[in-house]
Structure formats: structure tokens, C-alpha cells
């Protein structure tokens, strides 16, 4: 059996391959069928004769519709028409199943293809956009893994709150009342304690409730914490991480991101260092490109568009003002009123796809804000034992990777950077 890509590449020139797959279009005219065969590695023409086949055999193929699945034996060969360089003249098949018709035909609308998510994703830019996003995943740790971090994972229900109230999903849990993760963080500043640079992939969950286009309710979070590191150390790991997967992508995926029609000059330009930008000073600049933001503002979803929209390559925004943050983040001893903390926007109007920053490591310190954050400091009593024993600076950061493939993939929204988009409207397929 052969991989379709194979024999695109003209060591198959002249022989014979066997392909097996799924009709992504189907046309016959008189003695002739024209079938494109789709594989995980790509297309292919396959042109079935009456002469070869005969009658009966023809018959059955001509009939076929889309997404019907088959296997395919013939020779493959060259022709500069063919769609993918290459066509292979058949000399027999197998069909494995004969489709009714494929729910999905051209123009339909957005909320029908989220709908038919389990079929649409069979789409060739649903196919590039999953294998891009894969390679970004196993870019992630490998950069991890050879920095000498470990990966490490958190539970995923919980009972303490990281980033505040209004986003918490609530679950019963025999009898009490506790929620669904919105970040690892706090478990990797645990683990830190004894592995000292940790990592994790794991969804974190938001009932965000406002439809942006980047935001999800169940999303895929790449986090990692490091003893001893400052918010400068912080952002110097993350730069490089994101060089990397970007760089990857490059050389793994490059014809997925051309099917996408993504502007790849846009991502070769993507090498650290990035700008490091207060966020004093941004203000400034979004005033100079007449936006009417002044200190104090939250960036948004719309704020930040039209911010990033002026850069080229990532910016790390550091130094938010405190009230801003939640109440883990280390204020500056140098600034007072303003947080050691960065996050990464990308540009071209996509915004943030990294929060990061130090955290809070003197004992007094994190509970007078626990006090003053109105939180319960026994919902957080082993948070707060961390600053108690053997308590060191440390840094982390919370990386979105559907936001993260959404902006390598120059995508409308983030549900298309994810199989199975989970937002405040839907929660089928
Ligand atoms: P935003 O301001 O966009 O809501 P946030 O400040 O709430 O983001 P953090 O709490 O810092 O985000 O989470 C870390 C990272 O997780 C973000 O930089 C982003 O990449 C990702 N993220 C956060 N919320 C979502 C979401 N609802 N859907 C997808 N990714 C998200
Ligand atoms: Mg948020």
C-alpha cells in the first residue's frame, strides 16, 4: 500500500502503486472517470477506462459518490495537467463503502459546517490547519524537553479559582460545589518545588460569555513555571519557544500553509528577540495611532487588533498596572503600582496568545493580597504553604495553543483552530 504523497514525488514514475482513500471529486465523460482520491498526505487523479475496466466494473465506479471510500491499483504517470503533477491510470479497485450523498456540498454557511464539524474536518484546510496545529503541540514540548524542563499535569477539578469568578464552570462533586480548571498554573508552582522548571499541556476551562473570535470555553493551554527565573528569564524561554514552533511549522508545513493561502513572509520574519513594550508606553503609541485608550484600560479583544495591526512580529507588553492582574502576580519593587508581568500579542491583528509573569513569593506579601482580592485564604492554604517553606522567585506563562495556531494559520476565528470548538453556543459534535 502507498501513501498518495508518494507518488508525487517521480520515483513512482511509470510503476504500479496501490492507494487507498476517500473520493474527493468524482467526473465522468463517456469512456472515462475521473476520480480525485484524497489520503492524510494529500490528492491524486486516478482515471479509470472502459477499455481497461470493462462494462460492469466501469459502471460501478461512475456511480460513486463523494467521500465513498476505495482502494485504487494502476500506474502511476507523469502529466503536467494533472492537478497534483501526477495521475494514476487504474487497473482495478476495491470499494469499501458506496456513500448516500455527503451532507456537505459548496456554499453552505458556518454554523451548518459547525454542525457537520465530524465530516468537515475531512476538508483539505481543516486537514492542513489539524496538521499544522499537531506540529505546533510537538514543537512545544520538544523545545521544553531540551531546556531541561519536565512535564508534569494538574487536575482538572479543583476548588480554587486562578484567574477570578465570573469564568468559573461549577460542577457538583458529591455533594460539593467545585469547578472546572481555568489554568494549571498553580499546580506547576507545586510541582516546581521539586522538579524546578515544569511544563503541561492540558485543556483549561472558561465560561467566557461574550462571542469574540478568540476566545473558547474549553481551550488546549500550554503552561510552564521555572524556579529562580525573573520576567525578563521568563519571556527569554518563551521567545525562543515560539521561534521554534514557528520555524517548525515552516519546514514541516509548508504546503499546508500555502493551501491555506497564509502570507508565509508574515511568519519568517517571526525570530527572537521581540520587543519589549511597557504598557505605560503603549498607551502612548495607541494614542499617537489616535486610539482613545488612557492608563488604566483593559486591552481587549478590539483594542488589541487595532494595536497589533501596527507590528510585524511578536511584542511582549510588560508592566501592567496592578489592578489589571490577578492577585498572584508580583508587583515591581521598582515601579510601584505596576506588575512584573508580560503579555505576548501577536501581530497582524491577532493579539494575545501569552500571559506570563513573576509571581508572588513572600509569604505576607500573597496573603495581604488574598485579603485584599476578597478571597478565602483556606480555599488557598496550600498555595499559600508554597511561600511558607523553602519559598523562591519564580516566573510562568500560560501559552493558548488554539490561539497560537489560529495566528500561524492567519484564521478568521479560533474554532477553526481546534477539532471541536467548544463556545458559549455550542457543545455538538
Ligand atoms: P483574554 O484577555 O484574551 O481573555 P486572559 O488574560 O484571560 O486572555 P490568561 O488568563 O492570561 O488570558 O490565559 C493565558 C493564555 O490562555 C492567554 O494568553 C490565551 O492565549 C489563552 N486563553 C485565555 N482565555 C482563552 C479562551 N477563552 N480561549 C482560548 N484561549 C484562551
Ligand atoms: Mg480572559
Redesign the pocket.
Known sequence: MNKIVDLLNGSMNGKIAEIRGWIYRIRSSGALCFIVLRDSSGIIQAVGSRNTLGEEKMKDLVSLTIESSISITGTVRQDPRAITGYELDISDFRIYQRNENFPITKDKGEEFLLDMRHLWLRSREMTSIMKIRSTAFKAFSDFFYSNGYYQTQGPMMVSTA??GGS?LFKLQFFGEEVSLA??SQFYLEVMMFSLEKVFTIAP?F?A?KSR?R????E?W?A?GEAAWYSNEDMMKDEEKMIEYIVSEVLKSNREDLELLKRDISKLETVKAPFPRIRYSDLIKMSNEWGMSLKYGD????DE?REITVHFDKPVFVTHYPEALK?FYHRPDPESPGEILCH??LAPEGF??????GERIWDLNELLEKIKKYDLNPDDYYWYVDLRRYGSIPHSG????????VWWICGLES?REAIPFPRTIRRIKP
Open positions: 486562578t484567574e469564568t481555568q489554568s483549561s472558561r467566557e469574540t478568540r476566545h473558547l470555553t481551550y493551554h503552561e483593559d486591552l481587549g479583544a488589541e490577578t503579555d505576548l493579539g494575545e496568545i501569552i500571559g506570563g506563562f500560560g501559552l493558548g495553543m488554539d490561539r497560537l479560533i
